[in-house]
């Protein structure tokens, strides 16, 4: 149960993340491209990777909270 909390918790951050900075974006550039989507895929693409590299070399971050890793079939 503990894995479907995280998955939520991260699905819901992502969300709201995303919203606000691809407002934001919209709004100091303008909507003539998606360039709050851009910014939205780049960022995310940069922090993920960051994420990612830090959860697997550190035993700060339990097996549990890695269940988060985009491009896992199994939570196991």
Do not use: H, Q
């Amino acid at each position: 149960m503990t894995v479907v909390l995280y998955i939520a918790l991260f699905g819901a951050l992502g969300c709201l993340a995303r919203y606000f900075v691809s407002g934001w974006v919209y709004d100091l550039i303008g909507r003539t491209l998606p360039y709050g989507t851009i910014a939205v895929n780049v960022l995310g693409a940069f922090l993920i990777g960051l994420v990612m590299e830090f959860s697997l070399r550190s035993t700060a971050v339990s097996p549990e909270m890695r269940i988060w890793r985009p491009g896992r079939s199994s939570p196991r």
